[in-house]
């Protein structure tokens, strides 16, 4: 993720985007008990409407991705077991509802584990939950694909919220190819997959993992596993399980903490 800048993923000048931004706000940090997303949101005040919300930086600024640049491509978010990655994806989401027309960014879920996303059913943004076991998910990566591939002027953007790579492999051969497109020329067409993955099973996939420039770390214990992922340097280990991330900006690595949802 070397060729990204800054504002790729942080929007940290939001005054020259936003006057009305130039009043002094508070700097929001973790403490014991985390801040919500609404309060969190409510304290920036309104966004650039390309913003995509990941979470907060620890100098407390917002970490965002600019959905109208295609450059970071496709994130991987990866963890050991436990340790936060449906809860980043359920953030982003969240986030999504919350600062955005359905009309401008809208988002569709993969998992094997629908019961976690209960209650996000009803959020206007909210095109689909589907179990990755079921028809309907082939059926959406494909409608997603067939509108990638039309999508020449549309802004509209669509997030691609897969919660597991490795379960991906069993959908059926035409998904698997039209996923492996969106992975790469989706964020081109404003379609951006999200997609975690379980650095147990990553032997399975590693045919996969070069479609991915940004990668999104939570805590992690495996040397080896580290070393695989080109993270020697980001001190995984170190990272609160279930709220701490962290991604390579230029040559560091920019830690970030998740508001809570509850």
Known sequence: MTEINRYALMMEAMA??????????????????????????ADYGPMPPEALF???????????????EPLPGPLLVTADPGSGKTALLRTIALAAGKMHQSDDVQFGVLTNHPDEWNGMEEIPNNVGIFPLYSQPAEDFILSLASWAHANKTSRQSVLLLLDDLEAALNLDFDARQNLRWLLLRG???HVWPV?????????NILPWL????TRVFGTMQNQKQIHQLDAV??????????????????????????PSID
Do not use: C, Y
């Open 54 to 68: 990941l979470g907060v930086a620890s100098d407390g600024l917002p970490v965002l991705l600019n959905l109208h």
């Open 210 to 213: 070069d479609a991915f420039r």
């Open 233 to 258: 340097s980001a001190e995984l280990e170190s990272l609160n399980s279930g709220s701490h991330f962290t991604l390579q900006e230029g040559d560091h690595w920019l830690r970030f903490w998740l």
């Open 195 to 203: 997609i975690t993955l379980n650095p147990n099973r990553m032997e």
């Open 16 to 41: 020259e985007l936003k006057p009305e931004l130039d009043a002094p706000r508070r700097q929001i940090k973790p403490t014991t008990t985390l801040p919500s997303l609404n309060e969190v949101l």
């Open 187 to 189: 964020p081109a067409r």
